[in-house]
């Protein structure tokens, strides 16, 4: 099987993690678990101030983001192979725009929380795959948390976690396969196209 397409999360993938969610959670208060899901049972008044502190975070986050290592190259490798490179983040767009910009780096698609349902809803996979016009089973969907392996699940797509969290091993047996670095991204795709399995 060939893969036709790989999409990527953010924060803790793309980039080394840069935000603090307990101390967005501090600043908003009253909230435990993911944030925006705790959103969705504010006032409108609430959910907005909360949208303000959430979207400050973010955006001074993403300027003074650092890439992961292997980025650049993983990303010259599959440009190489004329494969297409997707972003699904549940951050707002601003933010994506602003490491695109600092880091010089090119995605072909992006589905943000502006978007439509996060994840790990399979909605971002779906839509980046039906505007490449690749199927979700030639796609990969590379993340360092549990929700971005659900989201490929869900779709149909092959998962790889990219296992940098403390806490990765709560979350691997949604992977089909785990790395430790973005470098390694090239050979789990070879195996995955030679059909070796679950790792």
């Not at 971005?148 to 998962?159: C, P, Q, V």
Request: glycine content about 8%; overall charge negative; proline content about 4%.
């Amino acid at each position: 099987m060939k893969v036709s397409a790989v999409i990527f999360d953010l924060d803790g993938t793309i980039t080394r993690p840069y935000l603090d969610f307990d101390l967005i959670r501090a600043e908003i208060g009253e909230v435990e678990g993911p944030i925006l899901e705790a959103m969705k049972q504010m006032s409108a008044a609430g959910r907005q101030r909360a949208l303000e502190i959430l979207h400050r975070h973010e955006l001074g986050a993403a300027e003074n983001s650092q890439l992961n290592p292997g980025v650049r190259e993983v990303f010259f490798w599959l440009r190489e192979r004329q494969c297409f490179i997707g972003l699904i983040t549940r951050n707002q767009r601003d933010s994506v725009e602003r490491v695109c910009a600092r880091h010089q780096i090119r995605f072909d698609g992006v589905v943000t929380r502006e978007d439509g349902p996060v994840k790990p809803d399979s909605f971002g996979v779906i839509k980046f795959c039906r505007e490449m016009g690749v199927p979700p089973e030639q796609t990969v969907v590379v993340g360092d948390y549990l929700f971005d392996l659900i989201s490929g699940r869900r779709a149909g797509a092959k998962s790889v976690l990219l296992a940098t969290q403390q806490n990765y091993q709560d979350f691997r047996h949604e992977a089909d396969y785990v790395i430790s670095s973005l470098e390694q991204l090239p050979e789990i795709i070879s195996q995955i196209e030679n059909g070796r399995g679950k790792i």
